[in-house]
């Protein structure tokens, strides 16, 4: 599986961004697709991720700011992010599982200044 990742960019504390994770082949043919973040000089980090029946798991920090959700029409798997704060930097990646096999996007980049 092919997985590109957008959206990232530069924003303010308190602002949002939306990342997409577009895959190759449908987005309902995986088995679970994540986000995963990775900030200077520390571990990736699981965000979020949804499986086959649509439901969603958030990482304790993403509960309540973050929304995984598939877009059918674009075949993406999106992710919004609210109330954005500096700790939230990091290169953010998607991951897609199938068949016991794991792939990884480039990622994308986003930045939250205070």
């Known amino acids: 599986v092919q997985l590109q990742a957008s959206g990232g960019g530069l924003v303010q504390a308190g602002g949002s961004l939306r990342l997409s994770c577009a895959a190759s082949?449908?987005?309902?043919?995986?088995?679970?697709v994540g986000w995963y973040r990775q900030a200077p000089g520390k571990q990736r980090e699981f965000v979020a991720f949804?499986?086959?029946?649509?439901?969603?798991h958030y990482a304790d920090f993403a509960q309540g700011r973050f929304t995984m959700s598939r877009d059918n029409a674009k075949n993406t798997v999106d992710l919004q992010m609210n109330s954005l704060k500096p700790e939230d930097t990091a290169v953010y990646y998607c991951?897609?599982?199938?068949?016991?096999?794991?792939?990884w996007g480039q990622g994308t980049l986003v930045t939250v200044s205070s």
């Open positions: 082949g449908s987005i309902f043919s995986l088995d679970a």
């Open positions: 949804i499986i086959r029946d649509g439901s969603v």
């Open positions: 991951n897609a599982q199938k068949f016991g096999t794991n792939s």
